[in-house]
């Protein structure tokens, strides 16, 4: 018997140790791709935040070349060639800068665009992920106490009905205490319960109707003399 109940155990535990090994390498593999999501999204973060410092950048280096030029102008109108010539070699290197930052933007925009919506999927499916992990966690649980019963039984079904086999077994045997009772003191019990005679048993009711009593008795000072009350 000893021997039985080892193979038993062990099985159980073998097979609860190989339906866990698939949720123990589902568990590992979200945690991995929740990683590289968080990653991704600080990666994104980042080149967004840089992109928007060259940004301002871009807008500074614009307002400098514009006063750049505007003092060009007035160099040009006081006969200063020599000046507004020094000036359009600064304004040109500014310009060609600029122009080339905005093409990088304008690539940089697509990409983080494309970037986004990855995230997003990422985002989503790792939601529906881990909502699938709880539905099957749920399914596995469901499984291994379905799987611990004999194949085409319910482990469940056959409780309940245990559970109504004791009870009608308490039920047959208490009427099998009444009826083996003696006659005389059922019949006793039955008259008493429809009010003939006094009761066999004590009620509730009696007990307080005895306690109103008490409570209404006049109350004895210590010398043994009763308070009447005032008439």
Do not use: C, Y
């Not at 494309?114 to 529906?128: F, G, I, T, Y």
Request: aromatic share 2%; proline share 3%.
């Amino acid at each position: 018997m000893r021997e039985t109940l080892s193979l038993i155990t062990n099985f159980i535990s073998g097979w609860l140790r190989s339906s866990a090994a698939p949720a123990a390498n589902l568990d590992r593999s979200i945690a991995a791709a929740a990683s590289a999501h968080i990653a991704a999204r600080r990666a994104l973060a980042v080149a967004v935040a840089e992109e928007t410092r060259e940004i301002a950048r871009r807008e500074s280096l614009t307002l400098k070349v514009n006063d750049i030029e505007q003092r060009a102008v007035q160099a040009i109108r006081a006969g200063r060639d020599d000046l507004a010539l020094a000036a359009t070699q600064t304004i040109a290197a500014i310009r060609t800068e600029l122009e080339a930052s905005e093409r990088a933007s304008q690539r940089f925009a697509a990409e983080v665009a494309l970037a986004r919506r990855e995230v997003d999927s990422q985002r989503r499916r790792l939601a529906d992920l881990d909502r699938g992990r709880r539905l099957a966690r749920v399914g596995s649980a469901l499984n291994g106490a379905a799987s611990l019963s004999h194949p085409g039984h319910d482990g469940l079904a056959a409780a309940e009905t245990t559970l109504e086999q004791i009870n009608a077994d308490n039920a047959d045997a208490r009427a099998i205490r009444e009826e083996m009772a003696p006659q005389a003191d059922r019949l006793i019990e039955r008259l008493s319960d429809q009010g003939f005679g006094r009761p066999v048993t004590v009620s509730p009711a009696d007990v307080m109707v005895r306690l109103r009593m008490i409570a209404a008795a006049p109350v004895l000072i210590e010398s043994g003399l009763e308070i009447n009350p005032q008439p």
